[in-house]
């Protein structure tokens, strides 16, 4: 792994987790300070329910505690949703948008995304956009024209690029155990980072691009070292901490 790398290591924990989850949030916390990470960034997105708790908890650490979703929408009659200055109040620094499970079950637009992605780079939030192609779309060497429009229509013009990320996610890849060749995931994070650069100008080699789907303790090591992947996005192995101490592990 490259010494240089300024790495984030997020896990999105969807819809899993309790108030017994706070002693995963103290060991990892324990485990953060010892290591003395200077390059990498740990995150953990819990459920709206936890976050209050995990920021608690975690407010003297330098674990960083972010959620899964936030609404377009500032303030007001908007039942079952949470704004991202509600989410910045309960000491979130950071949301997940565009998750493929958000745009499959909840039939989210690269739209609606977008204006969610305004709203929350309107607070201090990191925002983290999911990318991905299904296993059809890869099939028909769809890729990256997939990835090319999902950037395209959900990231607004107008951008703060330190507080941008985006995470490519091959759909097929999430909990599915199967990852992309290493040249696939090469191909498909220099041609966001091209898209980013040209759209966006220079400043936009600050946005970092993580990958997602079936990362785990035997393959992150590898895939981490893949140049342009500046991190990852870690789901099932995120859940337990000795698996998501395992991928830690390899950085730094
Ligand atoms: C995810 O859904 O964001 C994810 C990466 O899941 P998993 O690691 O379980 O494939």
């Not at 002693?23 to 200077?38: A, D, E, G, P, W």
């Not at 303790?217 to 099932?236: H, T, W």
Request: include cysteine; hydrophobic fraction near 40%.
């Amino acid at each position: 792994m490259s010494k240089n790398k300024n790495l984030l290591i997020a896990g999105n924990w969807k819809m899993n987790g309790s108030r017994r989850s706070l002693s995963i949030v103290s060991l990892l916390m324990k485990y953060i300070k010892t290591k003395k990470f200077k390059n990498t960034h740990v995150l953990i997105c819990p459920p709206f329910t936890l976050i209050n708790s995990f920021t608690t908890l975690a407010k003297r650490s330098k674990l960083m505690v972010g959620a899964q979703d936030c609404s377009n929408k500032a303030l007001g009659a908007y039942t079952g949703e949470v704004s991202p200055s509600m989410l910045v109040d309960v000491g979130s620094q950071a949301v997940i948008l565009g998750h493929s499970e958000r745009r499959e079950y909840h039939n989210e637009s690269n739209k609606l995304i977008h204006d969610k992605v305004s709203n929350a780079l309107g607070t201090d939030l990191l925002t983290i956009v999911c990318l991905g192609e299904s296993l059809f779309q890869k099939k028909r060497g769809n890729t990256l024209r997939v990835i090319g429009e999902q950037l395209r229509k959900s990231l607004p013009d107008n951008i703060n690029v330190k507080n941008m990320v985006i995470a490519y996610e091959p759909i097929w890849a999430i909990g599915s155990g199967l990852i992309p060749e290493n040249d696939d995931i090469y191909k498909v994070h220099h041609f966001i980072s091209q898209k980013l650069i040209s759209r966006y100008g220079n400043k936009a080699k600050k946005i970092k691009i993580l990958y997602g789907g079936s990362v785990n303790k035997k393959n992150a090591s590898a895939i981490l070292s893949i140049q342009y992947v500046d991190g990852a996005l870690v789901g099932g192995a995120s859940l337990k901490f000795s698996d998501f101490k395992a991928i830690l592990e390899f950085c730094n």
